[in-house]
């Protein structure tokens, strides 16, 4: 691990910043603007000296820029909090990659530079830990605080290194028989219909193919409309804001119900080293506190998910608005099925890890690629343990003890330098990288939809495995027509919703024909 590119100073002290201009000018006009005769000249010598201060204190300013807020102490809070992915971007084309937010009297370092986003995910995690993101994210399931700290013991202690070893490149092949086959028959309910959701048929099957394979055959895949309900309310969830509803609230306490159910029945007396069975034997621990567990399970359940649900969303959709590469996409899958397999049935049978591995798939592994890069916003926050430098270029960042760092992962992944045209999607990006024989390898420091570092997603080889067996079936089974919205003539794709979290998710779904192939 490289622990050198983050610098930890001996000083600790917590930085809590109170002073500035906005609050002096606010407190005066309160006091002395009410005094008769004095309010238009006190406006006039508060609006200069503000001047002058804003004038000095931009000379003086360091590295990175900040952001200025409406109210001193809160800072640009209502923007961060409900429209927190426009708000960083429109940040980040007036201040650069990198800038500085004051909310609450905390300050979050934004980071959107190659170099700084490099340095914070192969920081030292006594430096930089993810500690309170993680906590935040099991307080939002429903977990007591008190039980906060040890459940996030457990899952770095005991799950992650579970799913470290069981979704390794060498071992995912264990887990995956079968995951082709329930994708399959659960796609093929949705022929006959006239219209259906994209996010549904992409979505569903795989919640009930992915549970299946990690969670285990006794998980009802009847689940998946609370999860549903419940994942659409975690934006407003997750900012705090008071805005979900009771359906959200119903559908969360039925998906506890019925983990608890679920991990009360699990039998793990002659259970071998599945991974169902090493993930259930922790939750069946002595001592393992019940509602902790079912908060536990269901933060599993996110991981499973979340990301993938809208990565797979925005494949589809990108590839339809872009029909040259739908066609070259459907052409290299028609092609790899027959020459490789023979027949759908036997890619069914036969659709392991190492074989869709085959450059036979570059395009698809190209199209795969490009849609992470293009959807990843954010790749997680960190929190300082400790004052500490980051390095970016030639200039230094200076993070308090106590500051958030997020990772702004879409300035990198848009910057024109590394990727020209970074806007659009192309398709066919990643060409260049189809022989070097790693389903998510890029030789790059530019790529960071899986992070890096110790904080590596566990789960990047299962995510690209599911994306290649969805769309090669998805492709294989139907020709997809997107139908224009109310009141168009032309369909056109949706826009990324300005409250999406680490990937973008649409502001409204998308509905599709579906007409089989193969007279399904």
């Known amino acids: 691990m490289q622990r050198s590119l983050v610098h930890i100073s001996g000083e600790e002290s917590i930085y809590f910043s109170t002073s500035s201009p906005y609050k002096v000018s606010f407190s005066l006009t309160m006091v002395l603007g009410s005094i008769p005769g004095t309010a238009q000249l006190l406006a006039a010598i508060l609006a200069l000296g503000y001047a002058i201060i804003s004038i000095m204190s931009k000379k003086g300013s360091s590295y990175p820029p900040q952001v200025p807020g409406l109210l001193p102490w809160v800072g640009p809070f209502i923007d961060f909090t409900f429209r927190r992915s426009e708000f960083i971007i429109l940040c980040e084309k007036k201040y650069g990659p990198v800038f500085r937010l004051l909310l609450g009297g905390r300050g979050i370092t934004i980071v959107g530079s190659s170099e700084a986003v490099h340095n914070v995910l192969f920081s030292d995690f006594r430096a930089l830990t993810n500690r309170a993101q993680n906590y935040e994210h099991l307080s939002v399931l429903g977990s007591d605080s008190s039980l906060l700290p ?3 013991e457990i899952a770095v202690r005991e799950i992650f290194p579970i799913l470290d070893r069981h979704l390794s490149k060498r071992n995912l092949g264990k887990v995956t028989p079968g995951f082709a086959e329930i994708v399959f028959n659960t796609l093929k309910r949705f022929t006959g219909n006239d219209q259906v959701s994209l996010k549904r048929s992409v979505t569903q099957p795989l919640y009930v193919a992915t549970n299946m394979i990690v969670l285990g055959s006794r998980f009802s895949s009847d689940t998946y409309n609370d999860y549903i309900t419940f994942l659409n309310s975690l934006p407003n969830r997750l900012s705090r804001s008071p805005f979900w509803s009771f ?274």
């Open 247 to 520: 359906p959200s609230s119903r559908a969360l306490e039925r998906l506890r119900q019925h983990i608890s159910k679920h991990l009360e029945a699990a039998d793990i007396s002659n259970s071998d080293d599945t991974l169902t069975a090493s993930t259930l034997k922790v939750f069946k621990a002595p001592g393992f506190p019940r509602s902790g567990g079912v908060t536990l399970f269901l933060a599993l359940m996110l991981a499973l998910h979340i990301n993938i649900f809208n990565i797979s969303f925005w494949l589809i959709t990108w590839l339809l608005a872009n029909p040259v590469a739908l066609a070259a996409v459907r052409d290299e899958i028609d092609r790899a099925v027959r020459e490789d397999f023979g027949s759908i049935q036997t890619f069914l049978a036969e659709a392991t890890p190492e074989n869709l591995e085959s450059p036979s798939f570059a395009l698809l592994h190209s199209a795969i690629l490009e849609t992470l890069r293009l959807a990843t916003m954010l790749t997680g926050m960190r929190l300082a343990e400790c004052d500490c430098e980051l390095k970016d270029g030639e200039r230094t960042v200076q993070i308090s003890k106590g500051e958030y760092v997020v990772i702004f992962s879409r300035a990198v992944h848009h910057d024109e330098a590394s990727y020209p045209g970074g806007h659009k999607f192309m398709a066919d990006r990643f060409m260049e990288y189809k022989g070097q024989g790693n389903m998510v390898h890029v030789p790059s420091k530019t790529y960071f939809p899986f992070g890096a570092g110790k904080h590596l997603c566990k789960g990047r080889f299962l995510i690209i495995y599911q994306l290649k067996v969805l769309v090669t079936i998805y492709l294989s089974l139907f020709d997809v027509t997107p139908v224009p919205q109310k009141g168009s003539s032309e369909w056109v794709p949706p826009q990324p919703s300005a409250k999406s979290l680490n990937v973008i998710h649409p502001n409204e779904d998308v509905f599709v024909k579906l007409r089989p192939r193969f007279g399904l």
């Open 150 to 152: 040890k459940l996030h």
